[in-house]
């Protein structure tokens, strides 16, 4: 790849079938801000959290051609995964730490779509320091 070309982050865009439904989501249960809506009424909107931006495309039922998955590295996922569990999230994978190196969880927004969320396990994060 080119060094003049620099990635500088990813936006996923995902499907939902009701708008107002999931910006309800990701702003209770995952504390994301609405960064914007375009349409009247809203058919795209983008919600917003530290440097993650997730646009969310309304589509009719017919239309929606299975979901999508995401991985959200964190800090604090065992507070993240508590919240979810106080608003009622579809928790798809339950939170356990992984031989991979990773305490993380997977779950779905009202759409079906996935967001496996994780965090290095500490010793992990040891072994690579020293």
């Known amino acids: ?3 003049a070309v620099r990635m500088e982050s990813a936006s996923p865009i995902f499907a939902v ?3 107002q439904r999931a910006l ?3 702003r209770d249960a995952l504390d994301f801000e609405i960064a914007w809506t375009w349409g009247e009424p809203p058919h795209l909107a983008a919600v917003c959290r530290e440097r993650v931006q997730i646009t ?3 589509r009719a039922e017919d239309d929606m051609q299975g979901s999508s998955r995401l991985y959200l590295r964190v800090n604090g996922v065992d507070a993240c995964y508590a919240r979810l569990q106080r608003h009622d999230a579809r928790i798809a994978v339950p939170i356990d730490d992984r031989v991979y190196g990773l305490r993380d969880f997977r779950v779905a927004d ?3 779509n996935e967001l496996d969320i994780g965090e290095v396990i500490a ?3 040891n072994e690579k320091s020293a």
């Open 24 to 26: 309800a989501f990701y």
């Open 110 to 112: 009202p759409d079906g």
């Open 56 to 58: 969310l495309a309304q």
């Open 17 to 19: 079938a009701d708008l």
């Open 123 to 125: 010793d992990q994060r």
């Open 1 to 3: 790849m080119s060094d």
